[in-house]
Nanobody, 126 residues
Framework: QVQLVESGGGLVQSGGSLRLSCAAS????????IGWFRQPPGKEREFVAH????????RYAESAKGRFTISRDNAKKTVYLEIHNLRPEDTAVYYC???????????????????WGQGTQVTVSS
């Protein structure tokens, strides 16, 4: 099992940048694909980005393409989500999730993951 803890959120002005971290404890991350999701106020949780176990491939939601970058450092057991040119509509609680895999598969649905973090709040002011 892995335990996930997100950090790096905060209050930023529109146009700013953030790097969110998802730190894992427990077993190695080498066998886990990682996804980032977000839940805006009053809305459902939505997929943001996914990265394969080795970090060799990633997938983004349409809303995240061009401004979001997912990356990972398995030695540090940490996955990152960089967000640039933040907009007020990026305001949300951001979650990371881990999916144990034997072969690489893209997961874009929250329920497909095995472990989840508690989230970190990102608030973008206009």
């Amino acid at each position: 099992q892995v335990q996930l803890v997100e950090s790096g959120g905060g209050l930023v002005q529109s146009g700013g940048s953030l790097r969110l971290s998802c730190a894992a404890s427990g077993e190695t991350l080498d066998y886990y694909a990682i996804g980032w999701f977000r839940q805006p106020p009053g809305k459902e949780r939505e997929f943001v980005a996914h990265i394969t176990r080795s970090g060799g491939s990633s997938r983004y939601a349409e809303s995240a393409k061009g401004r979001f970058t997912i990356s990972r450092d398995n030695a540090k057991k940490t996955v990152y989500l960089e967000i640039h040119n933040l907009r007020p509509e990026d305001t949300a609680v951001y979650y990371c999730a881990a999916d144990y895999q034997y072969v690489d598969q893209v997961r874009t649905t929250w329920g497909e993951y095995d472990f989840w973090g508690q989230g970190t709040q990102v608030t973008v002011s206009s």
